[in-house]
Nanobody, 127 residues
Framework: VQLEESGGGLVQAGGSLRLSCAAS????????IAWFRQAPGKEREGVSC????????WYKDSVKGRFTISSDNAKNTVYLQMNSLKPEDTAVYYC?????????????????????WGQGTQVTVSS
């Protein structure tokens, strides 16, 4: 599976961005896709997850109500709509695939669960 992120950029606080994760190489319905982020000097953390196999989703508490994850199975693409962005959302955002559990939940916050990773896209929120 190959994953490629796009859509990052510079935005002012309160603004919006939509990230995309395009997947190829394996049936999209056979794994879940999660978004992670890593800010400078901090550990990578899970942000959100969506599973095409069972329809489950998961969100980190700090993004609930602001971020929305969705998928377009026909395009093998997962989106992360980010609204009301804050400076603390600044990070490199990665998408990752889990082909083993293929479902979303609190475990979606763990790197070890995911076996496919994209290269990341930078999101910078200015105050």
């Amino acid at each position: 599976v190959q994953l490629e992120e796009s859509g990052g950029g510079l935005v002012q606080a309160g603004g919006s961005l939509r990230l995309s994760c395009a997947a190829s190489g394996r049936a999209f319905s056979s794994y879940s896709i999660a978004w992670f982020r890593q800010a400078p000097g901090k550990e990578r953390e899970g942000v959100s997850c969506i599973s095409s196999s069972d329809g489950s989703t998961w969100y980190k508490d700090s993004v609930k109500g602001r971020f929305t994850i969705s998928s377009d199975n026909a395009k093998n693409t997962v989106y992360l709509q980010m609204n009301s962005l804050k400076p603390e959302d600044t990070a490199v955002y990665y998408c990752a695939g889990d082909s083993v559990l293929s479902t979303c939940g609190p475990h979606s916050d763990y790197d070890e669960v995911h076996d496919y990773w994209g290269q990341g896209t930078q999101v910078t929120v200015s105050s």
